[in-house]
């Protein structure tokens, strides 16, 4: 079967990018969205200029946080119990810095090595 290409996905689910970009834009509240932009940067393009596979990737991963852990300091605590690092400020105060995919993706691979070690263990 071949992949569906990222417009008729974003056609399929929402209709029209702007929708989609609307539902990202919703995700921007303190409790998800660091502070940062482009404008930040000198550049001031906004979302409407990203690509339909980058939102979508961006809307599933801040669906399932908001789900899971329902904020950035939850999934940030879940980050530092997986690696029992969870007395660590120093570590913590670095990870507060980094923007929720990639906070994601490091838990991922947290409870992945967790999940081998106990495995390996018994």
Do not use: C
């Not at 290409?5 to 921007?28: D, N, Q, R, Y």
């Not at 690509?51 to 605590?77: M, P």
């Not at 994601?104 to 967790?114: C, F, H, T, V």
Request: charged fraction near 35%; hydrophobic fraction near 40%; charge should be positive.
């Amino acid at each position: 079967m071949a992949r569906k290409a990222p417009l008729s996905i974003v056609k399929e689910k929402f209709g029209e990018k702007a929708k989609l970009v609307e539902a990202v834009k919703g995700f921007m509240t303190e409790d998800l969205w660091v502070g940062r932009t482009s404008a930040d940067r000198g550049g001031d393009k906004g979302l409407d200029h990203v690509s339909n596979a980058k939102l979508l990737r961006l809307h599933a991963t801040f669906s399932e946080v908001k789900e899971k852990f329902g904020t950035r300091a939850k999934l940030i605590d879940a980050i530092l119990v997986a690696e029992n690092r969870s007395k660590d400020t120093g570590y913590r105060t670095r990870l507060e810095n980094f923007p929720v995919p990639r906070l994601y993706d490091q838990y991922k691979a947290a409870s992945k090595r967790a999940k081998a070690t106990t495995t390996a263990k018994a």
